[in-house]
């Protein structure tokens, strides 16, 4: 097998293949096994080391490399790419053990106890310092090695480590803020420091937000915001040292991007990527997981750059271990799913994990080795997306047109709302959006999920879902795409308190009400089980407000209760044919679907049986269409092109079988 430096840009020649490989559990000839069995699947990539400092610097400063330089050996032999791990993510016990002060700290100031992963503090130097050095040490060893491809920094960075309130994490949130603001004065206005009298007089006073009683929302927010800085710096740290032995080598570490507010602010982390990474796992009581699996496509493909190719490192092909009832995927899932993310812009499927452990945490997790073995249903599978996967490699590069939906979402405005006490505590930020996602993904429209600061031109609709922390600049911004002639669409809970977490005064959504024409004057969250039903026989549960129009049409009005007659949704028209939309009340899921349908162009809305996703990839040449079945029947959609996993002419209609996925390959008109 010879290897092309040239081809480093992504790390495989066709789509990338494969899984976190941890063949330290096993004796060596499981590891002859292993690499048969990963060939005969069509493996091309294996994420390898990732927890393995302390097999491999055994005692401070000792290091075994046997074993892993024959394990890098065998897979080359094989032709099987390696994405290095570095394995910062499981720091050894005798390293613990000598500085049990790199432990991370909770809010209460328990430690992180040695026996899971990611038990070290972001900003202990102790750690970076050791840190540093194993990484120094594999690059050397092995990153000149030609099938060593990509760099995979740590695991899930923030997993464990998101926030330490350690001193040494103090001392270096008050330098933060010290850079951050400047003088106490601008500290103390920004966070209103004067309520309960708690003035700073010396950044020394300022902790993290330790215990558990009422915090200043101002002070958690940042220290949010400084949690998640600190992990990028330290993967910054680790990257610096990759790219001084191996510049030419992409650098990546795998983030968990899906419909909750992440543990670090991905959007902000991504343009440090040579590859953006992530690793999704769809959750057993989720009623619809195909569109957890859609969300967090739509959001990876608005992180990369003008929607370049993002790398599936993680999924499961069947069930997980850490969920209450793990439940296992049903027959195609696993093929679904992954197709799925490579319609959504992914041109790699790996998995955790290769082979299912015998031992340890996670022994019950699936993996592309089941334990019944390579006579099962699971690993013939495995099999089939291999073949999959090689048949669509002509997709590898291409990306999907400029979406017709985009929905903001910010980690700031999911960490403020869910934070402190607020008017309905029980409101999930993820949720939300999550819901309105939901609408547009059952019209089959494409959507892209977007960090606030992206552009927002191209769109026809732009939805602004509970974005609770809204900056001016991105008021500015919504409210030109609005008077330029698009679609807006605020929900309730956008806009209320500025970048410091302040209250915008005169009415909510104070960033959007004269763009909406409309606003709040308070706030009517709904008990559990209470609902509303609206005039046109919309109904809802959880979010009712008392709005007031001031130059706006109104779509729907409460149909009794103390709200009775009442607006609820509101609409304002601007010039050049663009109108803003208010969602003020918690609508229900086929309300959602009913106002999303108003909001798009219906020429858009794409006719194709209930249940099957189209999704379009294209280069300059090509076009790609994904069709999707989740349905329980076979579906006959509109096509004409070639099928490139049956490799079938199609003449104007395709049969997609109940449960599988076609691809249809034309000509990019124009
Ligand atoms: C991921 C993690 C893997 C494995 C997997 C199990 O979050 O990176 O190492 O634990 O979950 O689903």
Redesign the pocket.
Known sequence: MTWSHADKAWPTRGLSYGA?YNPEQWDKDVWREDVRLMSQAGVNLVSLG?FSWGLVEVADGEFHWDWLDEIVDLLGEAGIAIDLATPTAAPPGWLLAAHPGIRPLDHDMQPHWPGARLGWCPSSPVFRTYALRIVRALADRYGHRDHVVMWHVS??LG?GNGRCHCDTSAAAFRDWLRRKYGTLDALNKAWGTAFWGHTYRDFAHIIPPRGNDMKNPSLVLDFDRFSSDELLAHYLAERDVLKSVTPELPVTT?F?VGAEPDVVDYPRWAPHMDIVAN?H?TRSSDPVPEQDVAFSGDRMRAMTTQRRPWLLM?H?TSA?S?QPRNRAKTPGELIRNSLSHVGHGADGVLF?QWRASRAGA?QF?SAMVPHAGEDSELYRDVCTLGRYLRRLAPVMGSRAPRARIGIVFDDEAGWAMSKGVKPNNHLAYGRIVRDWHHAFWRLNQSIEVLPPWSDYTGYEVLVVPALFLTDDDTAARVSAFAEAGGTVAVGFLSGVVDEHDQVRLGGYPGAFRELLGASCEEFRPLQEGETFTLDNGWSGTEWTELVRVHDAEVIARYAGGHLGGRPAITSRSLGAGGRAVYVSAGLDSDALLALARSLVDPAGVADVPRGVEVLVRRNEEETFTFFINHADDTAVVAALGREMLTDEAVGGELRVPAGEVRVVRSGTAG
């Open positions: 976190d990732i695991n899930e997993g795998n968990m690793d796992y993680e499961s997980v850490w955790f996670e997790h």
